[in-house]
Every structure is written in structure tokens, then in C-alpha cells.
């Protein structure tokens, strides 16, 4: 079954990007909540991937009856399993070196990371408007570090493995884009989630060995929504929306994540947010006002 979002407007493939870098931002602090009461980095990892895996495969098999997949697309589905492999280690082993702000931070290296890619494997063609746009949008991430009053962290370990980590995730969404011509979100959300679990349990094996799951009933309430939030609902949004504006310009999004996250700490802690911060979150919704718009691919002849 081929799958088109071509009736999808711009405006809503944008709203999508803004609810998926909402959840990405709570995610931080709630992954790193989870990591500091008890669940250990892999354990985490590779049973949040199991839930969520099983989640699309329902979905899939009541929508598609398959999870089939050609032959001519393995060497792109194991390219993007192992990245996607990589991407987790590198997330869950940042927050636990680091500050989830600080992952948040760097993770706003992505769309500079995924318009090289993009560049570099043909799939999108940058024009000069779209480096000023992402230039401004950067300008208000580090405008956005400069008004929290800190820096970055003094954990090189952790820092690197979160730009490792915004990297890998860059690479991912380039390259499953040609699966994506092919194929349903909930389709390669199933193959790639259920695929990946096997090798973050093998990897975390000693740690889901010995992981104790006593916790309080807030862990598993953000459990339950690292799972069903920043898992299934992103990937369906995140995915959908770059098939119909490409990925550089959804990667754009990404820098909004560090200003939403100084937004819940103002909602949800109390915590004061400066002049320089707002600041910054215009400038990083200036960019991406800037940044061009993809025009609408053409649909597949069937």
C-alpha cells in the first residue's frame, strides 16, 4: 500500500512539528526524572522501545494486516536500525552523564546536522535563505543557553554523547526518507522500534538482569508517557510532517525545544524566565518563518 500525506496542508504538517518538539522538550526532564529514581539507562531504553514497538504493530496489523517489507530496501532499514541504535544509546547515556537541560541545549545542533546530510545524499538542495534562517534560529538557541545563567556542562562524556545523539537523529531522518515513499509512519515506526528493542535489550542485558521495577507512581506515569508521547505520537508526527516539508526545514523546529523546556520550567517550577531567553525564542521562530517551504511532492503513479 502506498502512502501519501499530499492532503496534508503546510500549516498542519507545522503544527505537528510544534507538538513534537513540545513532547521532545517534557521529554528530557521526564527521561532524566525516570533515569535519577531507579531505572537504569538501557533497561529504560530497551523497554520503552518494546512498548512502543508493540504499540505500532497493533496499530499496523489492524490498518495493513502486514509489516512486510521488500527486499530492496534492506540495506536503507539496517542503515537505519543501527542509527537508531546509536541514537538511543547516545540520549539515555547524555541524561545520565548530564543535565537534561543540557541535552536539550545541544540537541539544537540538529538542523545544522540534518541539512549537511541532507545536502551531502542529495535529497534536499539548500538555498541560501535556509542557511540565514538556520543561522538565526541557532543565534536564538545560544541567545536561549545565555539567559538560563549557565553554560554548558563540565561533563565533556555526556555533552558529546548528546551532540552524538542529535547527529544520529539527523541521520535517521534523512535517510528513511526514501522509505517513506513506500511505506506508512506506523509501518516503519513498527519495523524500526521492534527491531531496535532486541539490540538495546542484548546490549543492556546485565542492567534488565538485575533492574528492580518497585518504583513510585510518578516513574511509571512518565513511563507512560516517555512511551505513548515522545515515542509513538512524535514519530507519527515528526515523520509525517517531513515527508510533506522535508527534513531540513522540520529539523528547524528542533531548536524551539531548549526555549519550550524554559517555557514548562516556568509553568511547572516556578522558575524565572529572562528577557534574553524571550529573546532567543523569537529569534528561533524567526528562522523558521525564514526558512523556504518544499513544494509538494508530486504522488507516486500507482
Known sequence: MLFTVASVRRPTADLLLLATVSLWALNFTVSKYILDHGFRPLAYSSTRYACAGLIFAAITFAWERSLRMGRRDLPIIVFCAAVLFANQLSFVYALRFTTATTVALLFGTLPIFTALFARGSGVEHLSRRFWIAALVSFAGVVLVAAGSGGSLSANLKGDTLAVCGAATWAAYSVAIGPLMRRYSPFRLSAVFLLAVTPLLALAGSQQLAHQRYDFGALVWIGFAFSVLGPLVLTNL???????????????????????????????????????????????????????????APEPPAE
Open 237 to 295: 508526527f515528526w515523520f509525517t510532517a517531513i515527508d510533506r516539508v522535508g527534513p531540513s526545514r522540520a529539523s528547524l523546529f528542533a531548536n524551539l525545544q531548549p526555549f519550550l523546556a524554559a517555557i514548562v520550567a516556568l509553568v511547572l517550577l516556578s522558575e524565572a524566565i529572562t528577557t534574553v531567553q524571550i529573546v532567543g525564542g523569537v529569534a528561533i521562530a524567526a528562522g523558521i518563518v525564514l526558512s523556504p517551504r518544499r513544494a
